[in-house]
């Protein structure tokens, strides 16, 4: 049946493969059930053995789990060929591994700093760049994990920001040199998802949680694993260049200049001037602890 107005048609994942980082939980596990429920051969991976071993074996022996850190290019295509040597290829590969610090820019370390640009923005181009020859092949889809905070930002997130801010150019950028050769690429952006990331953020930052709380509309607002899940499931059969998880965060997205501009900064500058300070004591607190408690030393996790 041909696709209706501002309708893409889908294509059908039942029979194709599937490569997810950051598989063991949170986003990257629920999209990888979805995926499979739908027909698809997932090939997850990620830095927790165990956890990644679980959910494979909840999948079904027809998929399989690869250990590798989105940031080590030989583990990454070690995975990628083992995905194309089980399956016989590999139709779409989704770039959803992701940290983020519990420090402003003045109290954190520069590791963390650094390990979050190495583990967002260059583990997503690390992870395009050995799947792509596959994905070429089979003239496949390339879904990349960004966030409304590419467009939106907060005190504490400076390098989150940064990081996700980098995905969605650098998509944008791919999308025009892999067209020609069939394959497509999407960013998605969610806002605030339940996984342990956010959760272990809140937990330890009281002062993030209660600025988060009062943000206007979709930038305040929690959605759930599950539904993010079925966004991305969506552009993986449809195949557009842009996933907003809950859909009104495209309008912030159009929006963005009034979002990040001066009388929206102005605003912001007010408030941080009072939260920031509430926000280091919190940080101090942590004693030296930098990342969540689910971020696996500060290695890549199955959050987005």
């Known amino acids: 049946m041909a696709a209706g107005p501002g309708k893409r048609k889908r294509i059908p994942l039942a029979g194709r493969s599937v490569l997810i980082t950051g598989a063991a939980r949170g986003i990257g596990a629920a999209l990888a059930r979805k995926a499979a429920a739908r027909g698809a051969r997932v090939a997850l991976v990620g830095l927790e053995p165990q956890e ?38 590999l139709d779409i590969v989704v770039a959803n591994a992701g940290i983020a610090p519990l420090t402003t820019v003045m109290t954190s370390s520069a590791h963390a700093l ?43 997130m400076s390098a989150y920001c940064a990081s996700k801010a980098g995905v969605e150019r650098f998509g944008d950028a791919l999308r025009l040199e892999v067209a020609h050769r069939g394959v497509t690429v999407a960013s998605a952006h969610p806002t605030w998802i339940d996984t342990d990331m956010v959760r272990d ?13 009062q943000l206007p509309g979709p930038l305040g607002a929690f959605t759930s694993v599950e539904a993010c899940a079925e966004a991305l499931l969506r552009n993986m059969e449809t195949r557009g260049r842009r996933v907003f ?60």
């Open 114 to 156: 650094a390990r979050t640009i190495e583990v967002n923005l260059i583990g997503t181009m690390l992870t395009a760049h050995a799947a792509l020859p596959a994905i070429a092949e089979r003239r496949g889809h390339v879904l990349l994990i960004s966030s409304a905070a590419a467009f939106t930002v907060l005190p504490g």
């Open 201 to 213: 953020t809140e937990e330890a930052l009281p002062t993030f949680k209660e600025t988060r709380k």
């Open 52 to 89: 990644l071993a679980r959910v494979a074996d909840e999948l079904g022996p027809e998929h399989l789990w690869v250990e590798a850190d989105v940031t080590d290019p030989e583990a990454l295509k070690a995975a990628v060929q083992r995905t194309v040597d089980t399956f016989g290829g």
């Open 245 to 304: 998880v809950p859909r009104s965060v495209g309008t912030v997205a159009a929006l963005r200049q009034l979002v990040t501009g001066v009388l929206a900064e102005k605003v912001a500058m007010a408030v941080s001037a009072k939260r920031v300070p509430q926000l280091e004591r919190d940080i101090e607190a942590l004693k030296g602890r930098e990342f969540g408690r689910n971020s696996v030393g500060d290695r890549s996790t199955g959050a987005a």
